[in-house]
């Protein structure tokens, strides 16, 4: 059972457009978002995270948005650079208790041409 | 500041073997994950540390088991090694739990044949 989900495997933006990744979510009980980025034979390094009081957080090039109803975050990188290119990981928490339990989706790897 | 470290990088055993993985946490954190990734399951939860306790553990078989020592420095330990059980583990640190970014090492790559 996913709970976590980022239905695009891959994705492929041309240099300077917008890149949108998506991530949604079944479990109700998640009220903070974590957007992670992951180079080959490097471990995940932290992006952008939001909490379930907000509906947007916005951080120099990356935003990300939480829409709670439709259980459902984006994460907008504007404008792309080909040193965006990497796999993205969408996470959640569910509360205070759960510490630095976080629940991954399965991945988008963003590909970005000059 | 140092990052977080973890040894060895890579590990190659065979099957019924049994291993153990270090962390260091970045200086100063006392909060220490474990996270498993294989191609099929993705990035999976271990279990979490903070002041030598564990706080709380993923959906794993008992024979994953970890501590952390009285510096933060933390140990995953696998026994009875399987095929399957052949991943990228990776050891996440922050100052302490909660809604704090967590930094992960380069990860150790397990091969077990």
């Known amino acids: 059972d996913q709970q976590v989900k980022q239905n695009s495997p891959s994705l492929s933006v041309q240099e300077g457009r917008i890149s949108i990744l998506n991530c949604d979510y079944t479990n109700s009980m998640f009220d903070y978002f974590l957007w992670y980025k992951k180079y080959p034979a490097e471990g995940p390094t932290f992006l952008i995270s939001?909490?379930?009081?907000?509906d947007k957080n916005e951080d120099g090039r990356f935003t990300v948005f939480l829409n709670k109803s439709a259980k459902h975050l984006s994460l907008h990188i504007v404008p792309s650079q080909p040193g965006d290119s990497a796999v993205y990981f969408c996470?959640?928490?569910?509360?205070?208790?759960?510490?630095?339990?976080?629940?991954f989706g399965g991945g988008t790897r963003l590909m970005v041409k000059p | 500041k140092a990052g977080v470290t973890q040894t060895p990088r890579y590990l190659i055993k065979t099957r019924g073997q049994q291993v153990t993985l270090s962390c260091s946490p970045i200086?100063?954190?006392?909060?220490v994950s474990w996270y498993q990734q294989t191609p099929g399951q993705g990035l999976q939860f271990l279990f979490e540390y903070f002041s030598e306790t564990q706080r709380n553990k993923g959906n794993f078989p008992g024979r994953f088991s970890g501590r952390q020592f009285s510096n933060s420095r933390s140990e995953m330990n696998v026994s009875t090694l399987e095929l399957g059980d052949s991943a990228l583990y990776l050891c996440?640190?922050?100052?302490?739990?909660?809604?704090?970014?967590?930094?992960f090492g380069p990860g150790t790559r397990l091969t077990v044949l």
């Open positions: 939001i909490s379930s009081i907000k």
């Open positions: 200086s100063g954190h006392r909060s």
């Open positions: 996470a959640a928490s569910a509360g205070n208790n759960a510490g630095n339990m976080l629940t």
């Open positions: 996440a640190s922050s100052l302490v739990p909660g809604f704090n970014e967590q930094f």
